[in-house]
């Protein structure tokens, strides 16, 4: 039975080209700065971003928590959203591993941080508080794509007030596909950002932290303390070289189907559409069986994290074929349900 995924761009397949590549990679101990496919990718990522260097990660849950970690001391704070990846859904690792507090605020309905509201909450220079140090945005977020105008005031925001300008860009190119700019036009905004390579870009693992060279220096110090370095994970970076090459320009795919889904979507009753964004619907869904709903949905080869609030994920592997299968699966359960 086909599996249409709507889950997650997390669960990509890599590619018949990044396989071979993996296969063939040229590769050293990485520890030792020995691996000659890892260091091309951080150049190409560096490069890409228009910054002086990169760092290869894990996960894009270790390269937040590096450059968190490398921004900050014991007891600074950074300023983040409520909804923020690196704030709500990394297990506390800022405050576990590094000693560093999260300051959040309210998320605006569009995903940005209001500049007044953030204002009010950077902590006097008093031997009472945690020295504000930082703040980290995410673009996208929730799908939604952060205004290039919205940066700029952000970067002159945070330059005013001393501090340093994070962005988890674990999804950033959705953001540079949409706006249809290189990704260093969103960069050139931040002191550091963050990449996935292992969500629509189809890598099976890895992100990476870009910075300049002393930023990236004191993660690279971090990244070995927290058990991440790696020795030869060339293997790993040469699908990240094609994530950042062959699978760029491939998002915009998957932000027409978003749309086409939303179409779609809108012919039946009981799911209400609420949200379009990038490769991205977020949904209400009505039916009072949710659990049926279901079981009925993976009888038909869709899975979907079914809730009251449901986000479908549009993806590499989710072809317009998937779109259509889990739209007449879910026609046919509405028809079902009121025989
Ligand atoms: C997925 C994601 C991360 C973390 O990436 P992992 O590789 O799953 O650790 C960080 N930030 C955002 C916005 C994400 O969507």
């Known amino acids: 039975m086909t599996q249409y995924d709507f889950r997650s761009d997390t669960v990509t397949q890599p590619t018949e080209a990044m396989r071979r590549a993996m296969a063939q990679a040229e590769v050293?101990?990485?520890?030792?700065?020995?691996?000659?496919?890892?260091?091309?990718?951080?150049?190409?990522?560096?490069?890409?971003?228009?910054?002086?260097?990169?760092?290869?990660?894990?996960?894009?849950?270790?390269?937040?928590?590096l450059a968190l970690m490398a921004h900050c001391e014991r007891g600074d704070e950074y300023l983040c959203g409520q909804q923020a990846h690196n704030y709500k859904f990394e297990g506390g690792g800022a405050a576990v591993l590094g000693s560093i507090q999260p300051q959040p605020i309210d998320n605006e309905p569009d995903g940005s941080l209001c500049l007044d509201?953030?204002?009010?909450?950077?902590?006097?220079?008093?031997?009472?508080?945690?020295?504000?140090?930082?703040?980290s945005l995410e673009n996208t977020i929730g799908g939604q794509v952060l205004p290039l105008e919205y940066l700029a005031q952000a970067q002159a925001f945070a330059f005013e007030r001393g501090l340093k300008l994070h962005l988890d860009g674990a999804r950033v190119f959705n953001a540079a596909v949409a706006q249809n700019v290189p990704l260093a036009t969103i960069a050139q905004h931040f002191d550091s950002?963050?990449?996935?390579?292992?969500?629509?870009?189809?890598?099976?693992?890895?992100?990476?932290?870009?910075?300049?060279?002393?930023?990236?220096?004191?993660?690279?110090?971090?990244?070995?303390?927290?058990?991440?370095?790696?020795?030869?994970?060339?293997?790993l970076a040469a699908a990240g070289q094609?994530?950042?090459?062959?699978?760029?320009?491939?998002?915009?795919?998957?932000?027409?189907?978003?749309?086409?889904?939303?179409?779609?979507?809108?012919?039946?009753?009981?799911?209400?559409v609420e949200r379009v964004a990038t490769n991205m619907v977020f949904a209400q869904c009505h039916h009072p069986d949710l659990k049926a709903l279901n079981t009925h949905l993976l009888a038909d080869g869709c899975k979907v994290s079914l809730g009251q609030a449901t986000r479908l994920v549009l993806h590499k592997d989710l072809p317009r074929t998937g779109v259509d299968a889990l739209v007449a699966s879910l026609h046919a359960f509405e028809q079902g349900g009121a025989q």
């Open 28 to 65: 050293g101990d990485d520890v030792y700065g020995d691996d000659p496919t890892v260091n091309a990718l951080e150049e190409q990522a560096a490069e890409l971003a228009g910054f002086e260097a990169a760092l290869f990660t894990a996960s894009g849950t270790q390269a937040n928590l």
């Open 117 to 135: 509201r953030l204002a009010k909450a950077i902590k006097p220079d008093d031997i009472h508080f945690a020295r504000t140090r930082l703040l």
């Open 193 to 235: 950002l963050t990449i996935c390579l292992s969500k629509g870009l189809a890598a099976p693992v890895g992100s990476l932290l870009v910075g300049d060279e002393a930023l990236i220096n004191k993660a690279r110090r971090w990244r070995k303390v927290l058990g991440g370095g790696m020795r030869q994970a060339g293997v």
């Open 242 to 272: 094609l994530a950042l090459t062959e699978q760029v320009e491939r998002l915009a795919e998957d932000h027409d189907n978003a749309r086409y889904l939303a179409e779609q979507l809108s012919g039946l009753k009981q799911v209400s």
